[in-house]
């Protein structure tokens, strides 16, 4: 897809050129990474500002932070966002093409084929996953580089390589921690002290504090 984003991508800073300034969320960051998650799906963007407000809406349940009203918001986003997908499912399965959609509709593992839930759960993932964390790497990336004239005189000079990627990734990337649940009670020794996590537990696995972890990290934040 590699020709097809170069064009996305040059077509906002063309504009950029133009005018001279960009809103760099609303006019790259966000639909670049929204059009290609629509490509790989063959999703038609004509309601694209509605499955992006119902995206975000939905995407920031996953913040530690969520309250009732997050929850009933997403509810409802879900709600809308259903039908919208049934229908694009069903008229996919009558005219199938070569998107990732319709591959997940055609697979069958032991005679099963994903059912209509299944299919609408993984485009709403995919969508969330696909293009949130996108748009947040992009934005979360300038700024860091704004903010830190050397390794943007670097990146200038060597042109952006993926080690670069990973270390803003790492520095500040999209996603700050993630959920997981023991299925066995677990021990773990932290700083010379037991601590057992039950199973069934839940636990907030921050991959940010990991990634600013001084004992991996020679210089994990720039004084
Ligand atoms: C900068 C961009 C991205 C970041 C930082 C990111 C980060 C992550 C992280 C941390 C997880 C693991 C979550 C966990 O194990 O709890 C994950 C899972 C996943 N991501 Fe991404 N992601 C990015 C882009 C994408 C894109 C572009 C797609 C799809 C086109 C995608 C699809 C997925 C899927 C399907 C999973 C679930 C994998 C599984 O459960 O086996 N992500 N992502």
Redesign the pocket.
């Given at each position: 897809m590699r020709p097809r984003i170069q064009e996305l991508v040059d077509e906002s800073l063309a504009s950029a050129k133009r005018t001279g300034k960009i809103e760099l969320v609303e006019e790259l960051a966000f639909p670049v990474?929204f059009q290609v998650?629509s490509d790989?799906l063959a999703m038609p963007t004509d309601r694209g500002d509605e499955l992006r407000e119902w995206s975000q809406i939905i995407t920031a349940t996953l913040e530690p932070t969520t309250g009732v009203e997050d929850l009933e918001r997403a509810e409802i986003a879900i709600g809308k966002m259903r039908p919208y997908l049934n229908e694009i499912i069903e008229d996919r399965r009558r005219k199938p093409g070569d998107d990732m959609l319709s591959s997940l509709i055609a697979v069958e593992e032991q005679g099963e084929k994903l059912n209509n839930d299944e299919l609408m759960s993984f485009v709403i993932?995919?969508y969330i996953?696909?293009h949130e964390?996108?748009v947040n790497?992009i934005g979360n990336s300038v700024h860091a580089l704004l903010t830190h004239p050397l390794q943007l005189e670097t990146m200038r000079r060597e042109s952006c390589t993926s080690n670069m990627v990973d270390e803003l990734?790492r520095f500040n990337?999209?996603?700050q921690h993630?959920?997981r649940t023991p299925l066995v009670d677990v021990r773990l020794n932290v700083a010379g002290d037991e601590v057992t996590i039950k199973k069934g537990a839940l636990v907030l696995a921050s991959?940010a504090a990991a990634n600013h972890d001084a004992t991996v990290f020679c210089e994990p934040t720039y004084a």
């Open positions: 990474p998650i790989l993932l995919l996953a696909g964390t996108t790497l990734l990337g999209p996603v993630t959920i991959l």
